[in-house]
């Protein structure tokens, strides 16, 4: 139950949920709210798809190219160290696109929502977790982190109205202090694995 607890909390806040509705509310503007529906379960689903391939196939890639799990340990938190900075600072890249123009699966899914650090921190998990029992469970804890986002995604409108501009931020910031504190754990880890091999 603690590791489930544990993966679900980072994936949840790695995922960035108030960022990722402030990106879509500001992405699907002009939609009207079927089409918005949509979007949302199109861009929830390549969330999943992304997150389950990295995760599931990732230590493949990482065989091949002998990369050992404490480099990308140390690599994985130092991107997702940027990333929260990025969000505390208010400064996290926004990407602007043409009306009319297809943005569920990217830029919004991929990189936006699922970006450098996500990826780099489900690698790690998928690489450090070798026991079958805990990679399903941790499997179940990232499933419920993604249908948490989707939950915002199909509720951002609401909950746009209710925090509104100055809130989303607000709680976007408070997203990055969290993230900076798994960043620095991750990369802490990383070092000490490494000093200990």
Do not use: W
């Not at 999943?48 to 190219?65: A, E, K, M, P, W």
């Not at 990308?72 to 926004?94: C, H």
């Amino acid at each position: 139950m603690a590791l489930f607890i544990d993966i679900f909390i980072k994936v949840f806040f790695i995922l960035s949920p108030f960022f990722s509705v402030s990106m879509f509310l500001l992405l699907s503007d002009a939609m009207d709210k079927r089409s918005r529906r949509l979007c949302a379960l199109r861009t929830s689903t390549a969330i999943l798809i992304i997150c389950f391939i990295v995760y599931f196939f990732g230590n493949l890639i990482f065989r091949v190219l002998g990369i050992t799990v404490p480099a990308f340990q140390v690599g994985a938190g130092t991107l997702l160290f940027l990333t929260a900075i990025q969000m505390v600072s208010g400064k996290r890249s926004e990407v602007v696109l043409d009306k009319g123009e297809d943005f569920a699966v990217v830029p919004l899914a991929i990189p936006m929502i699922v970006g450098p650090g996500t990826i780099g921190t489900i690698l790690v998990l998928g690489m450090e977790i070798r026991d079958v029992r805990e990679k399903a469970i941790a499997a179940a804890a990232i499933l419920l982190a993604v249908l948490m986002i989707s939950a915002f995604l199909f509720l951002a409108a609401p909950i746009g109205r209710f925090l509104g501009h100055k809130g989303l931020n607000m709680m976007m910031r408070l997203t990055g202090l969290i993230l900076t504190a798994i960043a620095a754990q991750i990369i802490f880890t990383g070092i000490e694995v490494f000093l200990k091999s």
